[in-house]
T-cell receptor, first 113, second 112 residues
Framework: GAVVSQHPSWVICKSGTSVKIECRSLDFQATTMFWYRQFPKQSLMLMATSNEGSKATYEQGVEKDKFLINHASLTLSTLTVTSAHPEDSSFYIC?????????FGPGTRLTVL | SQQGEEDPQALSIQEGENATMNCSYKTSINNLQWYRQNSGRGLVHLILIRSNEREKHSGRLRVTLDTSKKSSSLLITASRAADTASYFCATAPNNAGNMLTFGGGTRLMVKP
């Protein structure tokens, strides 16, 4: 099946810094990508829909100024966590649709100290 | 936002036994999908069942869908220790494009 990669796979940063996470569709184009956040032992919560060439659509309760999304090309979406705080520590997962099926990246573990 | 709930939240069985997980959802859907997640890893797509289907099989997996009750079940037969993982149902609501909404998940432990 199609492959979606994420980089980095894990990152540790200091409180107040910004962290950028990349999501790439390796062998297909994706005009839409989705960003999820998953806290330990919980389910995936959709944060936003990334749209190539236009603004992202954020779910209720997700701060668009804190979680900046840029869908720069048909194979790349980035999520930047700005001014990260310990409560932003989580597992961030992206996905891209390929027909009816969704293809998920391996996730990025963010730890904010 | 989460579409619905899964039960049980956690399930522990012996190798060789069958495992059944249930998922309920709230809105009309195009399809329902089941995913598996090993601890700290990404999601692996297991099976998709469309809204006009009632049952689907894939290897040791059997999925049912009851749209009148807005519920689905995943049965894993003859479980193996390697089946230990979290299992999530995800629904594709009507008119929501490709967006998926996930259930709370069932943590399955298969003891050797």
């Amino acid at each position: 099946g199609a492959v979606v990669s994420q980089h980095p796979s894990w990152v540790i940063c200091k409180s107040g810094t910004s962290v950028k996470i990349e999501c790439r569709s390796l062998d297909f184009q994706a005009t839409t990508m989705f960003w999820y956040r998953q806290f330990p032992k919980q389910s995936l919560m959709l944060m936003a829909t990334s749209n190539e060439g236009s603004k992202a659509t954020y779910e209720q309760g997700v701060e668009k100024d804190k979680f900046l999304i840029n869908h720069a090309s048909l194979t790349l979406s980035t999520l930047t966590v700005t001014s990260a705080h310990p409560e932003d520590s989580s597992f961030y997962i992206c996905s891209a649709p390929g027909g009816v099926e969704q293809f998920f990246g391996p996730g990025t573990r963010l730890t904010v100290l | 936002s989460q579409q619905g709930e899964e039960d049980p939240q956690a399930l522990s069985i012996q190798e060789g036994e069958n495992a059944t997980m249930n998922c309920s959802y709230k809105t009309s859907i195009n399809n329902l999908q089941w995913y598996r997640q090993n601890s700290g890893r990404g999601l692996v797509h297991l099976i998709l069942i469309r809204s006009n289907e009632r049952e689907k099989h894939s290897g040791r997996l059997r999925v049912t869908l009851d749209t009148s009750k807005k519920s689905s079940s995943l049965l894993i037969t003859a479980s193996r220790a390697a089946d230990t993982a979290s299992y999530f149902c995800a629904t594709a609501p009507n008119n929501a494009g490709n967006m998926l909404t996930f259930g709370g998940g069932t943590r399955l432990m298969v003891k050797p």
